[in-house]
């Protein structure tokens, strides 16, 4: 089991939760549920910031709303293992705007590619397009997400 942060106290802890639950909330409001002053809060707001606790605040979209409904996972095996293969499929999955996260994972396979399409008919064009020329890609598996369960899960603090 991993310890604790030791720079986070329960205050700290309070003010991520709150953040993580709405990351619009006032200084006002954030003083006020933690028993601090607007002042107090609002340092260690920028605290969390600067120590690199909190690295964003930004809107949550709905994916569906803005043409990219359907969420696919794919599973991709590289034909080699040589550093610089890996370094090419990660600088070029990086430029790819329907990818949302892409992780290297130990396995059956190399990587893990999270990416959001409009629907499925047009996921053949994105396999085609940006997936299969990434360099180095060898096999792909994909797993269409038919509902989600557990989006976008708080980090517990």
């Given amino acids: 089991m991993n310890p604790e942060p030791v720079d986070l106290d329960a205050v700290d802890r ?35 910031f ?16 803005i043409g990219r409904g359907m969420l696919v996972f794919i599973e991709v095996r590289l034909d080699h293992a040589a550093p610089h293969i890996f ?21 059956g396979f190399d990587y893990l590619v999270k990416a959001r ?5 047009d996921y053949q064009d994105f396999l ?3 997936i299969l020329p990434l360099p180095g890609v060898k096999e792909t598996h994909t797993y269409a997400s038919i509902g989600d369960v557990k989006p976008d899960a708080l980090l517990p603090v």
């Fill in 87 to 107: 370094d090419r499929f990660a600088e070029a999955v990086a430029k790819a705007p329907e990818v949302l996260e892409c992780h290297m994972v130990v396995g």
């Fill in 117 to 121: 399409i409009a629907e499925m008919a």
């Fill in 128 to 130: 085609k397009r940006v």
């Fill in 50 to 65: 600067r120590d690199g606790f909190i690295t964003a605040v930004r809107a949550v979209l709905n994916p569906a709303k």
């Fill in 14 to 48: 309070s003010l991520l939760r709150l953040l993580q639950e709405d990351g619009r909330r006032t200084t006002l409001d954030l003083a006020a549920r933690v028993g601090l002053s607007p002042t107090g809060a609002s340092q260690r707001v920028k605290r969390l």
